[in-house]
């Protein structure tokens, strides 16, 4: 006859196992799962070089954007489909500059800067700036339940604008993923004149009375 398990063995035994997955569940939450989402960020943020010579355009682009590529008359759509859900994507159109201009003009800017305003745009932002020596815009709003990222550079053959979401994913860690790829865009045709010198005028000698 088998002799029956004590008590405080059950217990010293529970005590024990509780004990492993507590330690387990502790460098879980504190190392390992920390460095997996780090690790995950690095590359979903990591550039990958993309060229297009039909738009005339070299960029480079978040690794978490990369997935399947469709081209299109005047662009290219490069997305990463998920199994649930709606993926990211970047879409990249090229048009005509009808008025040959390195600059957008000033009523375009004021339409853009505004349209918050008279448009009721939600979670609009504006910002113009520089990429790669280039004038242009980046442009924030909340769009089809997801937030958009439109970036328009300006050279005097075309215009190059680029759309961004990161769709159903991590919105702060794609919209990044989004503005990096953006400000990398380099586009092909001469560069924008230099600005001129700055025209200094000297103010006259002063006259004393003696």
Same mark, same amino acid.
């Given at each position: 006859?088998?002799?029956?398990?004590?008590?405080?063995?059950?217990?010293?035994?529970?005590?024990? &196992?509780?004990?492993?997955?507590?330690?387990?569940?502790?460098?879980?939450?504190?190392?390992? *799962?920390?460095?997996?989402?780090?690790?995950?960020?690095?590359?979903?943020?990591?550039? &990958?070089?993309?060229? +297009?010579?039909?738009?005339?355009?070299?960029?480079?682009?978040?690794?978490?954007?990369?997935?399947?590529?469709?081209?299109?008359?005047?662009?290219?759509?490069? %997305? +990463?489909?998920?199994? #649930?859900?709606?993926?990211?994507?970047? $879409?990249?159109?090229? !048009?005509? +500059?009808?008025?040959?201009?390195?600059?957008? %003009?000033?009523?375009? *800017?004021?339409?853009?800067?505004?349209?918050? &305003?008279?448009? %009721?745009?939600?979670?609009? %932002?504006? !910002?113009?700036?520089?990429?790669?020596?280039?004038?242009? &815009?980046?442009?924030? !709003?909340?769009? +089809?339940?997801?937030?958009?990222? $439109?970036? /328009?550079?300006?050279?005097? !053959?075309?215009?190059?604008?680029?759309?961004?979401?990161?769709?159903?994913?991590?919105?702060?860690?794609? #919209?990044?993923?989004?503005?990096?790829?953006? /400000?990398?865009?380099?586009?092909?045709?001469?560069?924008?004149?230099?600005?001129?010198?700055?025209?200094?005028?000297?103010?006259?000698?002063?006259?004393?009375?003696?």
């Amino acid at each position: 006859m088998k002799k029956p398990i004590s008590i405080q063995w059950i217990i010293a035994l529970s005590v024990v &196992v509780i004990g492993g997955a507590v330690l387990i569940g502790e460098y879980y939450l504190v190392k390992w *799962l920390p460095k997996h989402r780090e690790a995950e960020k690095e590359e979903t943020l990591k550039l &990958v070089p993309y060229t +297009n010579g039909q738009l005339g355009i070299e960029i480079q682009i978040a690794a978490g954007l990369m997935g399947k590529i469709e081209d299109f008359a005047g662009g290219v759509r490069i %997305s +990463n489909p998920k199994f #649930m859900g709606i993926g990211p994507s970047i $879409t990249i159109t090229s !048009q005509p +500059n009808p008025d040959g201009t390195h600059e957008f %003009s000033p009523h375009a *800017l004021a339409k853009w800067q505004t349209d918050d &305003v008279y448009l %009721s745009i939600p979670r609009y %932002s504006f !910002q113009r700036l520089k990429i790669n020596n280039r004038d242009a &815009v980046l442009l924030e !709003q909340f769009k +089809n339940r997801a937030m958009l990222l $439109t970036a /328009r550079v300006i050279t005097p !053959q075309r215009i190059i604008e680029v759309n961004c979401t990161p769709g159903q994913e991590d919105e702060a860690l794609f #919209m990044r993923a989004c503005g990096q790829t953006a /400000r990398s865009l380099k586009v092909e045709g001469p560069e924008p004149p230099p600005p001129p010198d700055p025209i200094y005028e000297l103010a006259p000698p002063s006259t004393r009375k003696k």
